[in-house]
């Protein structure tokens, strides 16, 4: 049987610390449609890098 090729040794390792932030609904996020309901758009998300040194 013939064995797979990897390049284990070429990669890079990297550490990571996270903290999730779940998302909250702020004052007056609601719109009004035409037909009088009351809606929560489709909103931003996504991942935000903040970096420290120290």
Do not use: F, R, W
Not at 27 to 48: D, F, L, Q, R, S
């Amino acid at each position: 049987m013939n064995s797979i090729e990897t390049n284990v040794a070429d990669l890079v390792e990297v550490g990571i610390s996270a903290q999730v932030a779940h998302p909250e609904l702020s004052k007056g996020v609601y719109k009004p449609t035409k037909h009088g309901e009351n809606i929560v758009p489709i909103g931003m998300g996504g991942i935000v890098y903040n970096v420290g040194i120290g």
